[in-house]
């Protein structure tokens, strides 16, 4: 079967989408993602991002993601503002994170990622403990703080995130048994009160030009610690978001988002 794709990005972290909102493809399976989204012997992209009608009628639609690793998972906010300027219009999606609020705007979107949770069982963390001031180390790398904003984050904050090993910590940290659910490590360094500067290796993918729901989740860890206003940037390598923490605790992020391309490939040579 030829099915067809559209290749895009937010601020240099990269997915290929599939849209079965009119039903038709065959299963993705969790193999048939990872094998996409090779960068070797596939389309290759960080997230596979598949769009589906949501039977319940909470949503307009539901937007699945899988990490390159083809592990499934629950939010990705750069994929949320693609997928914003895909569908060209206001609309609630369903993801396995909760319900998100997507607002296509100029060049890309704002979308509503929903509120963050912050009890360690909601991270979720292996055993209690306090997810603002965390007591564990990983060689430089310690006292961090951990969000959920639909999928996991732990953040550290240190006096340069340039210059940490994340490439040899991050696979590390991400893999350790407090995270049952294996973590996104996100290393940030707070520049002043509205601008932060963020590095992450990301959960089943490694290190991306941008991370957005690392940018939400160290957002709101640095605002909790009182380093920053409820309205901040954050600068990653591939570019900046806005985001803000409402006084109604919502989490709003704001950015860019590309189409690259659009494609077709032959299901059979990857199932
Ligand atoms: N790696 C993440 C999913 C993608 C997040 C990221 N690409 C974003 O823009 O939020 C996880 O396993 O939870």
Known sequence: MRVSFTKMHGLGNDFVILDNRNGG?????????AALANRTTGIGCDQLILLE???????????????ADGSEVEACGNASRAVALLHG????????????????????????????????????????????SMPVAWGPLENP???????PHVI????????????????????DPLFPDRINVNVATIEDRTNIRLRVWERGVGLTRACGT??????????????????????????????????DNRILMTGPATLSFVGTF??????
């Open 25 to 33: 493809l065959p299963e993705l399976t969790n193999a048939v993602a």
């Open 53 to 67: 009608n949501d039977e319940s009628g909470d949503s307009d639609f539901r937007m699945r993601i899988f990490n």
């Open 89 to 132: 219009e206001s609309a609630r999606v369903a993801t396995d994170g909760g319900l998100i609020a997507l607002e296509p705007a100029e060049g890309g979107a704002r979308v509503d990622m929903g509120t963050p949770r912050f009890e360690w069982q909601d991270i979720p963390l292996a055993y209690a403990m306090d997810t603002l």
């Open 145 to 151: 703080a951990a969000v959920n904003v639909g999928n």
């Open 156 to 175: 550290f904050f240190t006096d340069d995130t340039d210059v940490v090993e994340l490439d040899v910590l991050g696979p590390e940290i991400e893999h």
């Open 214 to 247: 690392g940018a939400c989740a160290t957002a709101i860890a640095a605002m909790r610690r009182g380093l920053v206003e409820r309205n901040v940037t954050v600068a990653l390598p591939g570019g900046p978001l806005q985001i803000e923490w409402t006084k």
């Open 266 to 271: 032959e299901w059979s040579d990857f199932a």
